[in-house]
């Protein structure tokens, strides 16, 4: 039995059942990183069980996990290319300018190597579905009783998934996600800005690009954003930072242009021990660290920032070793300037290194 399965703590209190557990998990000969969650899954679903969950109970959490299961392994295979999730209205018309907007922001993202995710839906979705086209879109459409049937630019195609629970298909939006782009919308538009810019002032979610886009004269997201100044930070519900998650614009160039720049020098994170490690694509100088430990010192729980290789756990996980990391003491707060730190990162000039294969990490 494996090292890691010996620590395993989750049990079902059965010792023959547990046991049995283990036969099962040693018979598929799974990678040892894995057969340890693998066991715990199993675990879980006997636990539920033996606990006396209601039938109910059970059906949901099958059905949630059926859901993943089957989104992973569409995802799975296109790993490799950036994605930025489209919101917005299932009502827009195929006459109004936002719909344009919206076909002429996902085609100019699919030209800069990303692929499009949407609901799958009508509208602001269709169009985003349209102007990406059939190849490089994904639809996470949901069973609702009017409204949301897949439109023809994703029909039939194998990206296409549907759930029956709101919640899975968020998880899916967000996690498959580099980038987010927000049209107006009704209330499920709104439900998802907030719940994005929730994920990434908590920090359950790494910080993201997130644009949100209106036609030239719009006032849908000048107002959201007048609406979240006035009401919110001048009441001290959040803070000036907190205004740094997103950008609004009315141009599909100055869009991409936001997105494409948080992955200049940026590649992604990760948190280690004690430590956050920004991966980086250029190994900037000591006047820059300088600079960073000078003007985002605010962010430090102790110590300054330090340019370093691989952490072990990173190592032993391999990784993305290749890239130097900017490794520093988070205070686990302050995530608006944290959002401003990778802007920093991502003006500055350094020694080249080669990038390597998208990576996408959420906080757990």
């Not at 199993?42 to 989104?71: P, Q, S, V």
């Not at 869009?255 to 720049?261: D, G, R, S, T, V």
């Not at 994170?269 to 985002?296: C, H, Q, S, Y």
């Amino acid at each position: 039995m494996e090292e890691s399965r010996e620590k395993a703590k989750f049990s079902t209190y059965i010792e023959e059942l547990d046991a049995a557990v283990d036969r099962l998990i040693d018979e598929c000969k799974l990678p040892s990183q894995d057969d340890c969650l693998i066991r715990d899954m199993i675990i879980t679903a006997l636990k539920m069980k033996l606990e006396e969950n209601a039938t109910l109970d059970l059906k949901i959490a099958m059905m949630a996990l059926k859901e993943m299961r089957y989104a992973f392994k569409v995802f799975k295979d296109y790993q490799r290319f950036k994605k930025v999730t489209v919101f917005g209205s299932a009502r827009t018309e195929e006459s109004a300018p936002e719909y344009g907007l919206a076909r002429d922001f996902a085609g100019a993202m699919t030209q800069h190597g990303y692929m499009v995710i949407t609901g799958a839906g009508g509208g602001i979705m269709q169009a985003a579905n349209e102007g990406a086209g059939k190849e490089k879109s994904f639809g996470l459409n949901i069973r609702l009783p009017f409204e949301q049937r897949a439109n023809r630019f994703i029909l039939d195609d194998k990206k296409l998934i549907i759930f029956k629970y709101f919640f899975t298909r968020k998880l899916m939006f967000v996690k498959e996600a580099d980038a987010f782009a927000l049209f107006p919308g009704g209330y499920g538009t709104l439900n998802e800005a907030i719940e994005i810019l929730t994920l990434i002032q908590t920090g359950k979610s790494t910080p993201l690009p997130i644009v949100m886009m209106d036609v030239p004269g719009g006032t849908f997201w000048k107002s959201f954003v007048e609406y979240v100044k006035t009401s919110l930070m001048d009441n001290k519900y959040i803070s000036p930072p907190d205004l740094n998650y997103f950008y609004v614009t009315d141009s599909v160039e100055s869009a991409c242009a936001h997105i494409l720049h948080f992955y200049r020098n940026y590649h992604s994170m990760r948190v280690v021990g004690r430590f956050m490690a920004i991966r980086l694509k250029t190994r900037p100088d000591e006047e820059f660290l300088k600079r960073l430990n000078r003007d985002f010192g605010d962010i430090l729980k102790e110590g300054e920032f330090h340019i370093r290789g691989p952490f072990e756990e990173e190592l032993s996980d391999t990784d993305i070793v290749e890239l130097p990391r900017l490794a520093f003491m988070f205070d686990g707060r302050s995530f608006g300037r944290l959002r401003s730190l990778i802007d920093a990162i991502n003006d500055t000039k350094g020694d080249v290194v080669f990038p390597t294969e998208r990576r996408s990490f959420i906080f757990l």
